[in-house]
């Protein structure tokens, strides 16, 4: 990569939020991607079709940074966001120092795994950078840093709020479909874990592969891998997509496909209808000529989050910011009917999670019912208790 | 159809100025499209097919005509009280979610849901007057009885926006807490009353200094702090009582407005948002958005007479009592 591309990666957006008049506080958050990310390259599976056409949530963002023009306007701060790409010569470690120069308030980390670790090293504990994008429970527990906050939900927390549902139906039999990929399993570890504490009995659990092979056919046959033990519904866990999307309709059974495909707990739904969601679903579809996704909703609520806590302490003091964002007193509006803020065990963003299909929101968890002695929002993920975060 | 409202009509021909009222509560219904006509016996007697997801509705001056605004037609619907008949639109309003007359009666202060605005329209003639910049998501908007200020709330930005309709700019921002939906003034327009739904409280705003003043906090019996979401809230006319619909926790609060505190908590329906009261203060009707009906409460026993079904998600009550 030239020197001249790289420059022109590194590019600054600076919303002016008021005139000049107003107070010279200035708010800095940081988006912090990759270039060349391969998250992001169109995952074409075959014949050119894309089952996953990742787009940065760069809209989700800059509609953070809209919300805010007249908020900034009442508080005397200006909110300035900076986009930065590492480009493929520059060190991760580099660019993040050079970030955390100009003191933001939080820099929105979207890397991969490498990346990200790299980062978590770098920072310092007077830092915030807030983790927009990965579910890992690796990052909420032994991984943890006290500079590091989530706003996307944990793998536990999807996995908790699929199991209340399905125990809230009473189909507590679950067979437990998955591939061998690294991915997967990591997830099939969060299902397990929360089969138990929900009280779900997973009957069988079996392995498919991407293969025509005949020989293979206990593992690429649908019908072959349903027709085990009585089970009320089949839980599939397929990151990549391409096996999961054939399994509903061809299952031995007629039972429901949930997890990967199916009925799928996500972060957000360009459907939800409560809650003011419609009104930034359409913000987002008119800045951004698309819907929302659970990431665009994630990278919203890290600067929705950061603008909080401005407000909450009506200054862009560091420190003060700092402190605000991880009071649990902090009051996020997530557009999911409660208000938000972060674990003090894990930097968690605390969160309702929609379980939906591909075009409606059958219900929110926590679901009615499943009770917890602080706080619903924690029946979803790793609690205090189970914590293995130490700062 | 006109025919169920025939009886209505014999008792006020004539000048519609003059026209008796009817007793009838108008409830316009953001999911089917319509408004329900309930009788002063509380029993439905029609329903009308009205614009696309009406939401706000208020009364004209004389009260001959009402507004209804209709959030999915980016229009304000007038309909004539005295016959339900439409008479008129004021057509290119971005999205109206509620708004308020100027007691001038023509100046009708409207907040933009998607504009992140504030617009002034002529009822007479459905010209557009003037806008102002608000945070996101307007909603609630309260002209003070002398014409000279506005208040809207910003859901979306915690702020509440004070307008100068003189000065014609907007002289102040108030912070509040999260979420500012709905407001209610004392009658001597001293305090200015805001709920903030996701904070569950209502914020009191002294109306001479624009400083918050005070917090009223809501918690009903077997309810978490988190169900509890404040939207629409009156003051009766003595100034001593407020009620304060609660949304998910399924009650309406009943405030002491001199002491700041809650006297009792009445059981309605699902998600209650809209209230209303008649004109001798005996019954506050009250809708449920998620229950798909209207509850009528006996305020003198503070005790629930009757839940009404009407239509999908009803969002606000008008009654033509006085």
Redesign the interface.
């Given at each position: 990569m030239t020197f001249l591309s790289m420059i022109s990666k590194v590019f600054a957006l600076v919303l002016l939020l008021a005139s000049p008049a107003f107070g010279q506080d200035v708010a800095r958050i940081v988006y912090l991607g990759l270039d060349g990310d391969p998250y992001y390259e169109p995952q074409a599976v075959y014949t050119g079709l894309s089952l996953r056409d990742r787009k940065r949530p760069l809209d989700g963002v800059r509609l953070g940074f809209?919300?805010?023009?007249?908020?900034g306007?009442?508080?005397g701060v200006k909110f300035e966001l900076t986009e930065r790409l590492i480009a493929e010569e520059e060190t991760v470690a580099g660019v993040l120092r050079d970030v955390l120069d100009g003191e933001p308030l939080a820099v929105l980390i979207d890397l991969p795994r490498d990346a990200m670790a790299e980062a978590i090293a770098t920072a310092q504990p007077q830092d915030t950078l807030i983790n927009i994008r990965d579910g890992a429970n690796h990052w909420r527990q032994e991984g943890c840093s006290p500079a590091l906050l989530h706003s996307a939900p944990s793998d536990s927390m999807l996995t908790d709020a699929l199991a209340q549902h399905l125990r809230g139906q009473s189909w507590p039999r679950v067979l437990l479909l998955h591939s061998d990929s690294e991915r997967d399993l990591e997830i099939v570890e969060a299902v397990r874990r929360s089969a138990a504490k929900f009280g779900l009995r997973i009957v069988d659990e079996k392995n498919f592969e991407l293969t025509n092979d005949p020989r293979r056919r206990d593992r690429n046959n649908i019908a072959l891998l349903t027709g085990g033990p009585t089970h009320d519904v089949i839980w599939i866990v397929d990151d990549e997509g391409e096996f999961g999307r054939y399994v509903p309709f061809h299952t031995y059974a007629a039972r429901p496909v949930v997890g990967s495909e199916g009925l799928s707990p996500r972060a957000w739904h360009w459907t939800f209808e409560r809650y003011?969601a419609p009104?930034l679903n359409?913000?987002f579809r008119?800045i951004a000529e698309r819907d929302m996704t659970s990431e665009d909703w994630a990278a919203w609520v890290a600067v929705r989050s950061v603008v909080d806590a401005v407000?909450s302490v009506?200054s862009a003091d560091r420190a003060a910011v700092s402190a605000a964002l991880r009071s649990q007193d902090l009051?996020i509006?997530l557009y999911k009917?409660?208000?938000g803020n972060f674990r003090d065990w894990n930097g968690q963003l605390r969160q309702p999670i929609l379980l939906a299909t591909h075009n409606a929101v059958i219900s929110v968890a926590p679901l009615q019912g499943f009770e917890h002695r602080t706080?619903?929002l924690d029946t979803l993920g790793w609690d205090r208790p189970e914590s293995t975060c130490q700062f | 159809m006109r025919l169920t409202t025939l009886c209505f009509l014999l008792a006020s021909i004539g000048s519609t100025s003059f026209a008796q009222p009817t007793g009838m509560a108008i409830i316009p219904n953001e999911r089917s499209d319509t408004l329900t006509i309930l009788s002063p016996e509380n029993e439905v007697i029609r329903t009308i097919e009205t614009c696309a997801r009406p939401r706000g509705i208020h009364f004209n001056q004389d009260r001959s005509k009402f507004f209804v605004g209709c959030a999915d037609d980016d229009l304000i619907a007038i309909y004539e009280t005295r016959t339900l008949e439409l008479v008129g639109r004021i057509t290119g309003v971005p999205a109206p979610e509620t708004f308020d007359l100027h007691p001038d009666g023509r100046r009708l202060i409207v907040s933009n849901?998607?504009d992140?605005a504030a617009s002034v329209f002529d009822v007479e003639t459905g010209e557009f007057i003037a806008d102002y910049?608000?945070?996101?998501?307007p909603e609630g908007v309260q002209v003070t009885s002398d014409g000279r200020l506005v208040f809207v709330a910003?859901?979306?930005?915690?702020?509440v926006?004070v307008i100068d309709l003189d000065a014609d700019e907007v002289i102040a921002?108030?912070?509040v807490?999260?979420?500012p939906r709905r407001f209610a003034l004392t009658p001597d327009e001293s305090e200015l009353w805001v709920s903030a739904e996701?904070?569950g409280i209502v914020n009191i705003i002294d109306v001479a200094t624009l400083k918050l003043v005070g917090d009223i906090a809501f918690l009903p019996t077997g309810f978490?702090p988190?169900q509890v979401?404040p939207v629409d809230l009156l003051i009766t006319r003595d100034g001593s009582r407020a009620y304060v619909a609660l949304g998910?926790a399924n009650h309406v609060a009943v405030v002491d407005v001199k002491a700041r505190k809650v006297i009792d908590y009445v059981l309605v329906g699902k998600r209650a948002w809209g209230l209303e009261l008649t004109a001798d203060e005996s019954r506050l009707y009250v809708a449920n958005g998620l229950s798909d009906d209207v509850t009528i409460i006996d305020t003198a026993t503070l005790t629930p007479i009757t839940s009404v079904p009407v239509g999908r998600v009803p969002y606000d009550i008008l009654i033509d009592d006085q």
């Open positions: 809209r919300d805010t023009r007249v908020l306007r009442a508080l003011g009104q359409q913000r008119r407000t009506r009051s509006d009917g409660v208000r706080d619903t | 849901e998607e992140a910049e608000t945070g996101e998501e910003s859901e979306a930005a915690n702020l926006h921002d108030i912070l807490d999260t979420r996701l904070a978490r988190e979401t998910r």
